[in-house]
């Protein structure tokens, strides 16, 4: 992917020309030691292989440790509780080879079914008609403009990252829609493009847990919560707002802190972007823009007014059938890519309307054409990249390394603060090679909530600790499903860019949000301060 420039937007900002030796000849002294070990990161990730060739040795690597694990008889015997019945059940887990008749079968028989129960092609696909239409309609760019003139300059890092934060709670929109306009917005301010693409990243990524609102993931990790707690109280239970005071001054202290790295460190670090597009300044909208944004007002309107109508009255259709039920496992919450595609795609559609820049439904259908062409590559990569999962998991060595690391730090004799942290570390580090969040809770909370409550500590806590070390290196890690696209993102402004260049770009994010995080559960811990509502 380095080598070649990938649109993945639709909409055509312009011919970016970034001259990185002119950027890098700008510092050419004054760099600290951690900027000199960031650019070595870089140098170092853009000279491996393309991520294609990366996967297949890596498919080849899990085929024969997956072999040997099995010849050497692997195997973890834990408790974990089904997410979808909430009761424990006692496993035992094995290495299965990939090398074996039922091994080579699987390989061969799930090639398509790999790829298409891999989630992250249809959420991409599926969000990328509706931002396709936004786009090329100019709507995102009118967007922007708006922004420009509306928020105060010094604030706009700050307001991407918490807008970042907060996107969580619409699943993956965030990265298919936030990254990529914070980035045009940096450029639109003159600014390096790739650290609006870096903060907003960071948001959605690093950030992953801590909302100020409830979402969809803390009802199922509060389930596998309180179900861990019944093992040792069937009295007691947490309830979703558990966690809300600890998540609400992580969001607070977390999105100053990604706005100042990206100020002080990521930033200053690519230096100046050249580009013939044109900064943004605050000036009047034109009349075309203003009538584009009523029309596209008026089309939001009443995208929101029919599905509060499906979704809001007691017994509506996208409420969970025999729940009632909105948020959680609800019809509306399993579809939200669904509806974010359809409100961009009637916004979009709306604006080009009113602004002229879509004169007919033919027009719409191109733009979506267009948007589907674009994703060529990235579909070839994640393509690639479900097959290494499905192997790997099939494999059972993430499980395994779970258990085993879950076991040591059990049997550690640690106390209750550094058990907490030592958690903490174990779940950061299985995080680069398990990365979903429901199944490593689902292994780790019948060991640690039990064993940490007989410590005196309170099973919120524990769930506390749980999201500070599942997040910071979601955006650090190739297996996340989103990684691939936050590297063609980057490409849209620096050909070059490649796995390292996101890497180095993500690597202070991910130490400084580690270390404050723990910091903050620690002095939480310590000073009693109640975890939730």
């Known amino acids: 992917m380095a080598k070649r420039s990938h649109t993945l937007s639709p909409h055509d900002l312009g011919d970016v020309h970034d001259d990185r030796n002119h950027r890098r000849s700008s510092h050419p002294s004054g760099k600290s030691g951690f900027e000199r070990f960031l650019d070595v990161v870089e140098r170092v990730?853009?000279?491996?292989p393309h991520p294609v060739v990366i996967f297949v040795l890596l498919i080849a690597l899990v085929i024969v440790l997956s072999h040997v694990f099995y010849m050497l008889?692997?195997?973890?015997?834990?408790?974990?509780?089904?997410?979808?019945?909430?009761e424990v059940e006692e496993l035992t887990t094995t290495a299965q080879s990939l090398l074996t008749a039922d091994g080579f079968r699987f390989m061969f028989e799930g090639v398509v079914q790999n790829f298409m129960n891999f989630n992250a092609v249809g959420v991409i696909i599926?969000?990328?008609?509706?931002?396709?239409v936004a786009e090329e309609s100019g709507l995102i760019k009118a967007l922007i403009h708006k922004l420009v003139n509306v928020a105060p300059p010094a604030a706009m890092t700050y307001i991407l990252v918490f807008i970042g934060i907060l996107s969580s709670i619409a699943a993956d929109a965030g990265y298919l829609v936030l990254i990529p306009l914070a980035a045009a917005a940096f450029l639109s301010l003159g600014r390096h493009p790739l650290?609006?693409?870096?903060?907003?990243?960071?948001?959605?990524?690093?950030?992953?847990?801590?909302?100020?609102?409830?979402k969809p993931l803390d009802g199922i990790l509060t389930g596998i919560t309180n179900d861990a707690i019944h093992l040792l109280n069937p009295n007691l239970s947490i309830d979703l707002t558990a966690n809300f005071w600890f998540s609400a001054a992580s969001v607070l202290l977390l999105t100053v802190a990604v706005a100042?790295?990206?100020e002080k460190i990521v930033e200053p670090r690519l230096g100046a972007y050249t580009s013939n597009e044109t900064v943004v300044e605050r000036s009047e909208m034109t009349p075309e823009e203003t009538r584009g944004l009523r029309y596209s007002g008026i089309a939001i309107f009443v995208v929101l007014a029919v599905f509060m109508a499906l979704s809001l009255p007691s017994g509506a259709p996208l409420r969970n059938p025999d729940t009632g039920d909105l948020i959680g496992d609800s019809p509306f919450m399993n579809g939200l890519i669904v509806f974010i595609m359809i409100l961009f795609l009637a916004a979009g559609w709306a604006y080009g309307k009113g602004a002229g820049t879509m004169k007919s439904t033919v027009d719409v259908v191109n733009a979506m054409e267009k948007a589907i062409r674009s994703l060529a590559s990235l579909l070839f990569l994640l393509f690639v990249i479900s097959q290494f999962l499905a192997f790997f998991n099939y494999s059972n060595m993430a499980t395994l390394a779970a258990v085993?690391?879950?076991?040591w730090l059990e049997e550690a004799g640690l106390g209750p603060l550094t058990l907490l942290i030592g958690f903490v570390v174990v779940v950061a580090v299985l995080d680069l090679i398990m990365t979903g969040a429901i199944p490593k809770w689902a292994i780790f909370a019948p060991v640690f909530v039990p064993l940490l409550m007989r410590l005196n500590v309170d099973p919120e806590a524990v769930l506390a600790a749980y999201r500070v070390g599942d997040a910071p290196f979601n955006a650090v890690t190739p297996l996340n499903a989103y990684f691939a696209l936050i590297v063609t993102f980057a490409q849209k402004y620096d050909p070059k860019a490649g796995v390292g260049t996101v890497i180095a770009l993500m690597l202070p994010y991910v130490i400084i949000v580690f270390v404050l995080w723990i910091l903050l559960l620690a002095a939480w811990h310590l000073f009693g301060i109640p975890w939730g509502l």
Request: proline letters at 0%; hydrophobic letters at 55%; zero cysteines.
């Open 195 to 214: 650290a609006g693409l870096a903060a907003s990243f960071a948001g959605v990524a690093a950030v992953f847990t801590a909302n100020i609102l409830i």
């Open 260 to 262: 100042l790295i990206t």
């Open 404 to 407: 085993n690391l879950g076991d």
């Open 73 to 86: 008889g692997a195997s973890a015997t834990y408790q974990s509780i089904n997410a979808d019945t909430g």
């Open 126 to 132: 599926v969000a990328m008609l509706g931002v396709g």
């Open 45 to 48: 990730g853009n000279k491996v």
